[in-house]
């Protein structure tokens, strides 16, 4: 058990695995939402365009956590409704256009960067730095993951009819787009959370892949939402302790843990399984027997 | 004394023509209502009004003496059953999830199940003859069932009205059947049902009333007296407005 303790005698291991629990947990909670939603498109295209409004943030006020947040949400606010704007007004579809913009942002954000106050490490933003957690680190990410699990556990019931059939939804006077509004902005402020745990780019792994995993292995929403987070937790710690051992990025490790789980699933699922499926009887012979009167 | 859903001088429009051409109908309650008439007779049209989901040009939809159009959405009272097509049937839910929906309204964002909601859920799956697939996922059930799992969940938010879009298409004998059942039951049960259909053989057998529309109402009333050759003919010869020209 030594190698599970050991690299927990560090303070800053400390700190990394308190940051991997809660953002494992929030990201893994969230996901479900957005993969009912079919949003990871949409999360991609907003992880990107943080870029620009964190290069801006670090060009006027540094590197504090408001100022990234605040400029985050502002940058992905603009290519999220930019992109609806060009859908309903041209001919272009909305993920071409949200395409569009966002790999734009993300271009502007990469030059922008170089002009920040302080000297910014780009790898670190795009990839993130884990053992680099401060504590304003620890703290924004406690105060983002309260502020979306309870919003989650409020809106739940009117978001799961919102997202399973949006048009019977708004006849019973369910607000949906200002649910898909709320949504949207949790996807941001969970990423900005995960920020310095795995960067901008790897931060959409936490958010999917746990809820995808769980799509593959069950058949009940909650399962997706309380396994998704059971699962983030469970990944982002063993990343987290892999990437110790193993001497590799901790964002990268976590990752790949996370994806690892997905694979399997998608392989060995109990029911969903592509394998499993293939090594099932063609049919329940004895089983269906009774179906049929005795000749 | 018997609700009504009455509907008056009713039009609705997309780019300008009509597909419902000033409307005026009363429906009571205790009825199952055939709506007929050809394609783009506005029958689609028609139930997604009263549902709420389209906006309305002209006159106004009322129950129970009450505006249900606009701000005065219809909210629980109305069930729309979605088409087939427009469901997502991978959607992690089990039917007894997706009954349990139809309690949300009642009780809100807080509110936990009350032995009250679970009677009313168990009570709305066995009216629908569900009982034993309360744990199957929704996409593993067969075309007749999916449709009474959506009207057991209609019927556990406590529905007056039940809007079906050719509710019996790709049904086979033995489906339509045990739908027309349960539809006879909701009736049974005080409630309106309004389903558009388009096979005409059939129809004496499932409904007690008849709108017929093309575009504007043809014929409406008991199936006895309305349902006429002379009524479905006219429904059928007349041209229905397309809008290639300018209106």
Redesign the interface.
């Known amino acids: 058990m030594n190698w599970l303790l050991e690299p927990f005698g560090y303070e800053f291991m400390q700190r990394a695995f308190v940051v991997c629990v809660l953002i494992g947990f929030t990201n893994g909670f969230l996901g479900a939402f957005v993969v ?1 939603r079919r949003l990871a498109l949409m999360a991609d295209a907003l992880s990107h365009s943080l870029l620009p409004g964190l290069a801006v943030a670090a060009i006027f006020v540094g590197l504090s956590p408001a100022g990234l947040m605040v400029g985050g949400l502002i940058a992905a606010a603009i290519v999220a409704v930019g992109g609806q704007m060009i859908a309903r007004s041209s001919r272009i579809k909305d993920e071409t256009a949200i395409a569009s913009l966002y790999i734009v942002a993300f271009a502007i954000g990469i030059v922008l960067i170089r002009y920040a106050r302080v000297r910014v490490d780009l790898d670190a933003f795009l990839f993130g730095n884990i053992l680099g957690v401060a504590d304003s680190d620890l703290w924004t990410s406690f105060g983002i993951s309260v502020v979306i699990l309870l919003s989650l556990m ?2 739940h ?2 978001l ?2 919102a997202l ?2 949006g ?2 939804a ?4 369910i607000p949906v787009t200002a649910l898909l509004a709320a949504l949207i902005l949790m996807i941001v402020l969970a990423m900005l959370s995960s920020l310095q745990a795995v960067g901008v780019l790897l931060s959409l792994g936490l958010l999917i892949l746990p809820a995808a995993t769980m ?1 593959l292995l ?4 909650q ?2 939402s309380w396994g998704g987070a059971a699962l983030g937790v469970a990944g982002a710690v063993t990343g987290l302790i892999v990437s110790y051992w193993a001497n590799i990025p901790s964002g990268p490790a976590i990752v790949m843990v996370l994806g690892a789980a997905f694979i399997l699933a998608y392989l060995f699922s109990p029911k969903y399984g592509v394998i499993t499926r293939a090594l099932r009887p063609r049919h329940m012979h004895e089983e269906s027997l009774g179906r049929w009167p005795k000749k | 004394m018997s609700h009504h859903l009455a509907i008056s001088d009713l039009t609705v429009s997309f780019n300008r023509i009509p597909a419902i051409h000033h409307l005026t109908l009363t429906l009571p309650c205790t009825s199952c209502v055939g709506l007929l008439g050809p394609n783009g007779a506005g029958k689609t049209t028609l139930l997604k009004a009263i549902a709420g989901l389209l906006p309305i040009e002209t006159g106004g939809i009322a129950f129970k003496g009450h505006s249900v159009v606009g701000a005065h959405r219809p909210g629980k009272s109305i069930a729309y059953v979605p088409q087939r097509e427009a469901v997502d049937w991978d959607f992690p839910i089990t039917v007894q999830g997706l009954v349990e929906m139809g309690r949300y309204p009642a009780l809100g964002l807080w509110k936990p199940f009350a032995t009250a909601d679970r009677e009313i859920v168990d009570r709305a799956l066995e009216l629908m003859d569900l009982s034993d697939y309360a744990s199957r996922q929704i996409s593993a059930l067969s075309g007749g069932q999916q449709q009474r799992a959506f009207l057991a969940r209609a019927w556990a938010q406590q529905s007056d009205i039940y809007l079906l879009d050719e509710p019996t298409t790709g049904l086979d004998q033995n489906a339509r059947t045990a739908l027309m059942q349960v539809l006879h039951r909701l009736r049974d049960d005080g409630k309106l049902i309004i389903a558009s259909h388009h096979q005409l053989s059939d129809v004496p057998e499932l409904f007690d009333e008849v709108v017929i529309l093309n575009g504007e109402l043809v014929a409406a009333g008991a199936t006895d007296s309305a349902f006429t050759k002379e009524n479905i003919d006219r429904a059928f010869e007349t041209r229905v407005f397309s809008g290639s020209h300018e209106h």
């Open positions: 009912l409020i809106l019931r009117p799961l009819v399973f059939e048009s019977v708004r006849t019973q006077g799509y069950s058949d009940s929403y399962y997706l």
